[in-house]
């Protein structure tokens, strides 16, 4: 059974950064997908950056790129996001969330990941 742990969130003013992690147990020799997941009020849930334990590759999408990165450190299963430049409209809930990676595709879909960490809040006040 994976497990997700997610830490790093907090308040922050504009223009701030933070750096939230994910440590992830229970792989069982199995490549997964992990993807950073947010909910802002009112929003459907959205994925921010995706990452493969198998190769290692992360990918940050497009609404994103220039101001998040994702980063994966194997040797201790764990998942980072950096974030900078922050915006009021960054404030949500930031979820760590995985997939088998059966097909080898990961998934832009939030409904396509099984397993979920409970979230760390992130607020950006302007």
């Known amino acids: 059974q994976v497990q997700l742990v997610e830490s790093g969130g907090g308040s922050v003013q504009a223009g701030g950064s933070l750096r939230l992690s994910c440590a992830a147990s229970?792989?069982?020799?199995?490549?997964?997908?992990l993807a950073w997941v947010r909910q802002r009020p009112g929003k459907e849930r959205e994925a921010v950056a995706r990452s493969s334990t198998r190769d290692g590759s992360t990918y940050v999408y497009d609404s994103m790129k220039g101001r998040f990165t994702a980063s994966q450190d194997n040797a201790k299963n764990t998942l980072y996001l950096q974030m900078n430049s922050l915006k009021s409209e960054d404030t949500a809930m930031y979820y760590c969330?995985?997939?088998?990676?059966?097909?080898?595709?990961?998934?832009?879909?939030?409904?396509?990941?099984?397993?979920w960490g409970q979230g760390t809040q992130v607020t950006v006040s302007s």
């Open positions: 969330a995985a997939h088998l990676l059966g097909s080898g595709v990961c998934w832009s879909s939030a409904g396509r990941y099984d397993y």
């Open positions: 229970g792989y069982t020799n199995k490549a997964y997908c």
